[in-house]
């Protein structure tokens, strides 16, 4: 008998699955190739406001908005918008309850060849001011400006007036520098890691201390660690791409 009942409901079971395989339908091309309406959606760190950017597409103006939402009254506020020609927001991080981090590209040229520029701007939320976060002294010290400027290693969440980045320029290779900059100008930005052979990638650890270099030379490959106890380099492993 219960031998009966069960084969009896695997076919219920196996005739209802072939129901619904059959009622299915493949879902049209454009929901996969369509653009996301709201992206970069993050929480401040103190939860009292929401981030996002907005796709706009209407007769009058297309582009992307950035989004500020209370989360006790769910008041919205209009900070910044791109129409997508000048410069394209692409992406959106909170670097304390101050100020969020805009990543944008846009058009250049150089020397007649057509490039992508990347910067990376700080958003006010309480005035939608929004600036350079790289300052002028800093710029000025560079040999040559990269077309990548924008790499943020470390928002320094118990730090509310600076973040580490990576950038190179300031030597005639590709090195970078990690410089950590004053995002409200009441300090100076400085240098807290100078290049070294080959290195184009910082990581940092969890107190904001840069830990790892990963140098790459033609197709090798090298991780480098300082060590906490006496601040030297060594030379963990190699590798071949």
């Known amino acids: 008998m219960y031998k009966k009942l069960l084969l009896v409901a695997v076919l219920c079971c196996s005739t209802a699955f072939s129901t619904f395989s059959l009622q299915s339908q493949p879902l049209p091309v454009e929901y996969f190739a369509s653009l996301p309406d709201v992206s970069s959606v993050s929480l401040s760190p103190d939860g009292k406001h929401i981030i996002s950017l907005v796709r706009v597409n209407t007769e009058k103006h297309q582009g992307k908005l950035v989004q500020l939402v209370d989360t006790v009254s769910n008041a919205k506020t209009n900070l910044a918008f791109s129409d997508n020609e000048r410069y394209k927001i692409r992406h959106l991080q909170w670097i304390n309850n101050q100020y969020v981090a805009v990543y944008a590209d846009f058009p250049a040229s150089r020397f007649g060849t057509p ?75 400085a240098f807290v890691q100078r290049t070294k052979n080959f290195v184009g990638d910082w990581i940092t650890d969890n107190d904001g201390n840069v830990r790892v270099g990963i140098a790459k030379e033609d197709a090798r490959f090298r991780i480098l660690e300082k060590r906490s106890d006496t601040g030297k380099w060594r030379d963990l492993w190699e590798f071949d791409a």
């Open 115 to 189: 490039v992508t520029e990347s910067r990376v701007m700080k958003l006010d939320v309480s005035s939608g001011e929004l600036k350079p976060i790289i300052p002028r002294n800093i710029l000025k010290k560079m040999v040559w400006m990269s077309n990548d400027l924008d790499n943020i290693i470390d928002i320094l969440p118990e730090d509310d007036e600076h973040i580490l980045m990576s950038m190179g320029g300031f030597t005639t290779g590709g090195e970078e520098s990690v410089i950590r900059i004053s995002l409200n100008g009441k300090k100076k930005s």
